[in-house]
């Protein structure tokens, strides 16, 4: 099993940025792929960032051009960078571990963006 703490999020106006961080109890070499999702309320969860072992990238398209996704192997850990964050992006933010064993998450973080 693999244990993931998520932090960062919080509460920023319109237009602001957050950075959460996703830290990983493995070796992120360990892992298929590691990806944010979130979900608002009454929602369902959705996928908003991937990033694979090999590095490459996905997005939501609601998120793109506004979100980053990275790591640092060093630290086993993955970043959500959020610029020019709206209203419609307030959700808790899931950090998921996908393994051949499954699919594992972390506990959340709230994300609340005002207008």
């Known amino acids: 099993q693999v244990q993931l703490v998520e932090s960062g999020g919080g509460l920023v106006q319109a237009g602001g940025s957050l950075r959460l961080s996703c830290a990983a109890s493995?070796?992120?070499?360990?892992?298929?792929?590691m990806g944010w999702y979130r979900q608002a309320p009454g929602k369902q969860r959705e996928l908003v960032a991937g990033?694979?072992?090999?590095?490459?990238?996905n997005y939501a398209d609601s998120v793109k051009g506004r979100f980053t996704i990275s790591r640092d192997n060093t630290k086993n850990t993955v970043y959500l960078q959020m610029n020019s964050l709206k209203p419609e992006d307030t959700a808790v933010y899931y950090c998921?571990?996908?393994?051949?064993?499954?699919?594992?998450w972390g506990q959340g973080t709230q994300v609340t963006v005002s207008s």
């Open positions: 493995e070796s992120i070499y360990r892992i298929n792929a």
């Open positions: 990033i694979t072992r090999g590095g490459t990238t």
């Open positions: 998921n571990a996908k393994k051949m064993s499954g699919d594992y």
